[in-house]
Nanobody, 124 residues
Framework: QVQLVESGGGLVQAGGSLRLSCAAS????????MGWFRQAPGKKREFVAALRWSGADTYYTDSVKDRFTISRDNAKNTVYLQMNSLKPEDTAVYYC?????????????????WGQGTQVTVSS
């Protein structure tokens, strides 16, 4: 099992920045990919960004490209999501996820472990 704990959410004005962190523990050696997803009230959970646990490949949904950056610190078993130029439509609960069998994908069903989520609210 892998346990994931997110932190770093909060309230920020439009145009501001936040950095989310996701600390992984447990069988971290089994992780192949990590992703960030978000879910706004009344909407489906959507893909935000993902990366390979080892390697340089990163992936983003179009709406966050050039504004968000996903990165990792393997020594700390932590993945980050740097969010700049935030917009009110970025408001959601952000979830960290880990996949042990799949490469990075935008499908929530491909991820085996999930964090509890952290709220991000962007005011206009």
């Amino acid at each position: 099992q892998v346990q994931l704990v997110e932190s770093g959410g909060g309230l920020v004005q439009a145009g501001g920045s936040l950095r989310l962190s996701c600390a992984a523990s447990g069988r971290t050696f089994s992780i192949n990919a990590m992703g960030w997803f978000r879910q706004a009230p009344g909407k489906k959970r959507e893909f935000v960004a993902a990366l390979r646990w080892s390697g340089a490949d990163t992936y983003y949904t179009d709406s966050v490209k050039d504004r968000f950056t996903i990165s990792r610190d393997n020594a700390k078993n932590t993945v980050y999501l740097q969010m700049n130029s935030l917009k009110p439509e970025d408001t959601a609960v952000y979830y960290c996820a880990a996949a042990s069998r799949r490469p990075p994908t935008p499908r929530p069903s491909d991820y085996d472990f999930w964090g509890q989520g952290t709220q991000v609210t962007v005011s206009s």
